[in-house]
């Protein structure tokens, strides 16, 4: 089992900033793949970016340029910075890890872009 709190969200303003924040209860060395996502009303949930316990990173493309994936070890801790911040980026963002074949999702956390 792993679980996952995430923390960060709230509301900012067009070409604002947040770190969302992803703390795990296992170490992060033990967790294959640490992502991402977001669901917007109305739509799909989808990919945001994922990080590999070997540091791999990636982006889908709306984000790219904008927002950083990156881990903190010492802490069980994913970081999810994001720059430039846009009313399409409004979202509840959750936390997924891949432990195995097993996946593990936080509860999310809203994050709201006034234009």
């Known amino acids: 089992q792993v679980q996952l709190v995430e923390s960060g969200g709230g509301l900012v303003q067009a070409g604002g900033s947040l770190r969302l924040s992803c703390a795990t209860s296992?170490?992060?060395?033990?967790?294959?793949?640490m992502g991402w996502y977001r669901q917007a009303p109305g739509k799909q949930r989808e990919l945001v970016a994922f990080?590999?316990?070997?540091?791999?990173?990636n982006y889908a493309d709306s984000v790219k340029g904008r927002f950083t994936i990156s881990s903190d070890n010492a802490k069980n801790t994913v970081y999810l910075q994001m720059n430039s911040l846009k009313p399409e980026d409004t979202a509840v963002y959750y936390c997924?890890?891949?432990?195995?074949?097993?996946?593990?999702w936080g509860q999310g956390t809203q994050v709201t872009v006034s234009s």
């Open positions: 997924n890890a891949l432990r195995g074949a097993a996946g593990y």
């Open positions: 296992r170490s992060i060395f033990s967790i294959s793949t």
């Open positions: 990080i590999t316990s070997g540091g791999r990173t």
